[in-house]
């Protein structure tokens, strides 16, 4: 469990590093749109300030390709957001844990993929198949899709099942509850 200064460190690292993964895209893409129309790249900067003197005075740090390297720059900085955005797509998809569910992570094994690995590597039947031509059919039984992903889970045929569930609202437990229910008024 993350504490408030855990966060607080955490949000200061990914701008920190975000900064820096972006002045040196910059300076990359910089350079190639120098180098691919003949000209020399400027000299990397090696601290914050030679990183912020060449994104405010363009002109300076690339003076004879400046539309050169700045298509460059642009298209670099696009491909890393472009790339972070995928990775914290990713990221949430298989780490996040809304309702306090089981992520993805943590049932990863019944996944479409690890599942058709497992009838593979169990059924002679398809010892010869690839994990990616496995029909649905045969990668084992439906068990449901993982919210909120909606990624579907199978289990292997050969798996003993155990119930992966919220619990049950209080209007539907068996056992009597020591609380009262509350009835709603009629509208």
């Known amino acids: 469990m993350m504490t408030e200064s855990d966060r607080a460190w955490a949000a200061g690292g990914i ?36 990183a912020f003197q060449m994104a405010t005075d363009w002109s300076a740090a690339w003076p004879h390709s400046q539309t050169a390297s700045l298509v460059g720059a642009t298209v670099a900085d696009l491909a890393v957001v472009v790339f972070l955005i995928w990775g914290l797509r990713w990221a949430f ?6 309702s306090s569910l089981a992520t993805l992570h943590q049932v990863r094994e019944l996944t479409p993929k690890h599942a058709a690995r497992t009838a593979t590597r169990l059924r002679a039947s398809l010892k010869e198949t690839k ?47 020591p609380w009262p229910r509350r009835r709603r008024a009629p509208c």
């Open 93 to 98: 998809r298989w780490f996040r844990n809304p």
């Open 131 to 177: 994990p990616s031509k496995v029909p649905p059919r045969d990668r084992g039984v439906l068990l449901g899709d993982h919210l909120p992903s909606g990624v579907e889970l199978r289990g292997s045929d050969e798996d003993t099942y155990v119930a992966i569930m919220a619990p049950a609202p209080a209007s539907r437990r068996r056992w009597p509850s």
């Open 15 to 50: 701008l920190l590093g975000g900064a820096v993964t972006l002045s040196v895209a910059t300076w990359a893409g910089g350079a190639a749109g120098a180098v691919m129309t003949g000209d020399d790249a400027a000299p990397f900067p090696t601290s914050l300030v030679g």
